[in-house]
């Protein structure tokens, strides 16, 4: 167990790129919203797409991996991501920011292969797969593919990053040994989607549709989720978010599968921020009490107030897409885009509170009183 008084491990260094994308991508979120912002520079309104999910969610889930492989040289990744993200926002060229995000996805598989030759696993390969798509859509940015056509391939890194994660935890339900040749096929049904999505979009985007939802029928019927929701503490805060999750999943591969490419407008919109912010940080929600302890070797307690970030979250979603988004009414998309932004950021605040307070204390039952005595 991580004791609250173990000093800081030195590689904790390597959250700051990383954090630092994330307060440059939530400022060019409200950019992109059409508001005022600390900081009004339009490049940084134009890298937002991948900033978010390279240079700060793929430098989490980089130094995660590293930190469990026990190599020095894999530090090398997440600082390269996280590095890459900040290159993006400052005087350099462009170009400078997506090699270092390219090189940096590029060690992340390696590091997968650490562990890989330590235990092979379908889950794993799920993993890899997920930071191929990872390294696909730095290299094609690179090359100059515009972001609206690299979703697939971005969404594919985090997506099944995730559904990589949570394959090793179905085995806790038992389920039937084709449970993992499907979340495999299904997988490898991704990775060819987003390939044909580049070179035959109406036909690649509408199969990554049918390829998402059933992935998610699959993990919504035999994630453990179903069944600890119905607990208590940390356990059910997690089912929740992450049974939330699959849901704004559900509901990309809906549009999906029936629009096709959504590469514009109120419906691309609507589908990037059901991915990114309903599923994606929806799991690192679920998961922070869980993982970061890994990652900074000390105590990340539950508390219930971490459903209060995870409600607004989903709260300010639904305005801004049922209402904003599918009804036209902008001010939604901007009160809820505003909304997202302060509940990522109030569970910053409420994860680096839980922290610092350390282990939740457990109650001591009271005494009955002597019988004759006060109450």
């Known amino acids: 167990m991580n004791n609250p008084g173990t000093p800081v491990p030195r590689h904790v260094v390597l959250l700051v790129p990383g954090g630092l994308a994330l307060l440059a991508g939530l400022d060019a979120a409200l950019l992109r919203l059409g508001l005022g912002a600390p900081v009004a520079d339009d490049r940084w309104a134009d890298v937002h797409g991948p900033l978010m999910v390279l240079g700060f969610v793929g430098t989490l889930v980089a130094l995660e991996r590293a930190v469990a492989a026990r ?4 530090l090398a990744s997440p600082a390269l991501l996280g590095l890459g993200g900040l290159a993006l926002l400052g ?3 462009l170009a400078a920011g997506q090699g270092a995000l390219v090189t940096g996805a590029a ?4 590091v997968y292969g650490v562990a890989w030759r330590r235990q ?12 191929v798509h990872g390294l696909a859509a730095a290299v094609l940015w690179l090359a100059g593919v515009p972001v609206p056509h690299l979703v697939p391939t971005l969404a594919g890194f985090l997506v099944l990053t995730v559904v990589g994660e949570r394959l090793e935890l179905l085995r806790v339900g038992n389920p039937s040994a084709h449970v993992e040749t499907a979340v495999w096929g299904l997988s490898l049904g991704w990775a060819v989607a987003s390939t044909v999505a580049l070179l035959h979009p109406g036909t690649g985007w509408t199969l990554l549709g049918a390829v998402l939802l059933a992935l998610v029928a699959v993990l919504a019927r035999y994630d453990v989720a179903r069944r600890t929701v119905r607990g208590t503490g940390l356990p059910r805060f997690m089912a929740g978010a992450m049974l939330g999750g699959y849901a704004w999943l559900a509901v990309a591969g809906a549009v999906w599968l029936v629009h096709g490419p959504v590469l514009s407008g109120a419906a691309y919109d609507a ?7 309903g599923f994606v940080l929806s799991m690192i929600m679920a998961h922070a009490p869980v993982i970061l ?4 070797r000390r105590p990340l307690p539950y508390r219930p ?13 639904l305005l801004r897409v049922l209402v904003g988004d599918a009804r036209g009414v902008d001010v939604a998309v901007q009160v809820g885009g505003v909304g997202n932004v302060v509940a990522l950021l109030l569970f910053v605040v409420v994860a ?4 610092v307070r350390g282990p939740v204390r457990a109650r001591t039952p009271r005494e009955p009183a002597p019988v004759g005595s006060p109450a």
């Open 71 to 74: 190599r020095a040289w894999a």
């Open 91 to 93: 005087p350099l060229p």
């Open 107 to 110: 060690l992340l598989i390696a």
């Open 120 to 131: 092979p696993a379908a889950a794993l390969a799920v993993q890899v797969l997920g930071a």
């Open 271 to 277: 589908v990037l921020h059901c991915v990114f912010l």
């Open 293 to 296: 302890p890994a990652v900074l």
């Open 305 to 317: 107030v971490m459903y209060a970030p995870l409600a607004l979250l989903h709260a300010t979603l």
């Open 352 to 355: 680096v509170g839980s922290a």
